[in-house]
């Protein structure tokens, strides 16, 4: 179970005049998301839905919630829960109650119970799931096998990758059946499965208090006062991932249907991580169904070599972080078309009339020399911590939502004999795992060139995808 903020839309302190509370240095949501509008102060033993939901275990938290195990009285069994807004739950409910018989549906993540909780923040809706494991991005740390430099990354198995890949693809598949986008993709929203969830006792499932950290110090306010709108403490995650299923049987799904939504209604604000967006989602700010495209290529990629496909700097402007994303696409996917330097306003600055680069760096470089110009461009990047704020968003662009029942994909090679493509096949062959033969590359490097294109109209559906030979293999899970 999970809180989150009655009106998410409402201001909280976000400045240091505005600070309420003494900084906690602990791995934990921000304390000051506490307060009237804001998260809701949960504390391990709390009951909700009096007498059903008892709080055992901290799981996670996110921009807008924070993940709790409970222990359900009605039926003994512990379930995952969290408080989301009306949009979600919309989205949930609808595919709760859908009837369509689809292999995906049962690789998303099962919506079990809702309710309101009225607390001193306000009212919050309450979501409670069926309890998951870890998500791929932390299990990948665990995992961790050794890339082709003999240093340890975040990359998976190829046997596993290629079962993750294909059960988030069902289950994706299963959305867009539905005329639903996730909106999100990404690593820490494909979860994996408990095995023998039920043969473990309450003492396994609990928070383990003798862990270091467990919970931080007492939140204090800067004045003084008692707040009852925030916790007494904030509680770190711990993860179920000693309990995760990770052999040739595991299965994987898709949560967090947060960023989600219906064909017909995109939304004007979006929550997809930078490095994940596709050409149009940063030239326009407008997102649609083919987001979740491109996600999966950038996916295959990631757990494969261990590595992001996209490494975009932030900037304290939106305007630098979309130019050092489209000069990201530029290095690695190719030059960009006509309709992509239209679409930038700073192009001109990076490229000439002949679509030639002539500028490799963001803003003007270091005087004191640290970065080189090479053959390639700058040999590190200017970097800034700086996030986007909601002002960041535009929306001036319409999309069509991708065909139903799509032809099977062609399977030329993407790359063709073009002798100006870029080092993406490169960046892939330095990467890919030890156990991969030269056919297989080339299986994975043709998929990528076909998700991964400028002309939107060109990428593949998730089915289409799920039709690629890299997937006809018998040892996945689904």
């Known amino acids: 179970m ?113 309710f309101m909780h009225e607390g001193s923040n306000g009212n919050h809706l309450c979501l409670v799931f069926e309890t ?17 430099r003999g240093v340890d990354n975040r990359a998976y198995p190829t046997w596993m990758v290629k079962s993750l ?38 003492k396994q499932l609990a928070q383990d208090f003798n862990a270091e950290g467990a919970i931080s110090g007492p939140v204090r306010r800067l004045d003084g006062t008692i707040d009852p709108g925030a ?16 052999g040739h049987d595991f299965v994987a799904k898709i949560s967090d249907m947060g960023g989600a939504f219906f064909f017909s209604s995109p939304p004007k604000k979006y929550v997809t991580p930078v490095g994940l967006r596709n050409p149009e989602l940063v ?47 530029s290095d690695i996917l190719g030059p960009l078309p006509q309709w992509i330097l239209s679409a930038w306003p700073q192009s001109r600055t990076h490229f000439d009339a002949e679509g030639n680069q002539i500028k490799y760096y963001i803003r003007e470089p270091p005087e004191d020399g640290d970065l080189e110009l090479s053959d390639g461009g700058w040999d590190g990047q200017l970097e800034n911590d700086i996030e986007p704020t909601d002002e960041d968003f535009i929306d001036d662009m319409e999309f069509e939502p991708a065909p139903n029942d799509p032809p099977e994909l062609p399977m030329e090679d993407a790359k063709a004999d073009d002798p100006t493509m870029p080092p993406l096949e490169d960046f892939f062959d330095q990467n890919k795992p030890s156990d991969m033969t030269p056919d297989e ?19 593949p559906t998730v089915s289409q995808i799920l039709k690629h030979p890299w997937f006809n293999s018998s040892n996945e899970a689904v």
């Open 2 to 114: 999970s809180s989150c903020p009655s009106d998410p839309s409402e201001k909280l302190a976000t400045s240091v005049k505005e600070l309420l509370f003494h900084t906690l240095y602990a791995p934990t949501e921000d304390i000051e998301n506490y307060g009237s509008g804001g998260l809701y102060p949960v504390h391990f033993g709390d009951i909700f839905k009096e007498p059903r939901y008892k709080v055992i275990r901290r799981l996670g938290y996110g921009s807008f919630s924070t993940v709790w195990l409970v222990k359900d009285f009605h039926s003994q069994d512990s379930h995952r829960g969290r408080f989301k807004d009306n949009t979600e739950l919309k989205i949930l409910k609808h595919l709760s109650e859908t009837k369509q018989d689809h292999p995906g549906k049962k690789h998303v993540v099962k919506l079990l119970d809702y």
């Open 132 to 148: 998951m494991g870890a998500s791929s991005a932390s299990m990948a740390e665990k995992i961790s096998l050794k890339g082709p």
């Open 165 to 202: 890949i294909r059960q988030a693809l069902l289950g994706l598949d299963f959305l867009h059946q539905e005329r639903i986008a996730h909106g999100d993709f990404q690593p820490g929203n494909i979860l994996f499965s408990i095995s023998n969830l039920r043969s473990l006792d309450k």
């Open 231 to 246: 916790p007494r403490y904030l509680a770190l995650n711990q993860s179920l991932s000693h309990y995760v299923n990770l």
């Open 283 to 329: 030239a326009s700010g407008k997102i649609d169904v083919l987001q979740d495209v491109w996600s999966v290529g950038c996916l295959i990629f990631e757990f494969l070599t261990g590595l992001p496909l996209l490494n975009v700097s932030f900037y304290d402007s939106e305007e630098d972080t979309n130019s050092a994303h489209f000069l990201e696409f």
């Open 441 to 459: 590359a080339h299986l994975v490097k043709t998929l990528l060139r076909q998700i991964l294109q400028y002309d939107r109209e060109k990428r």
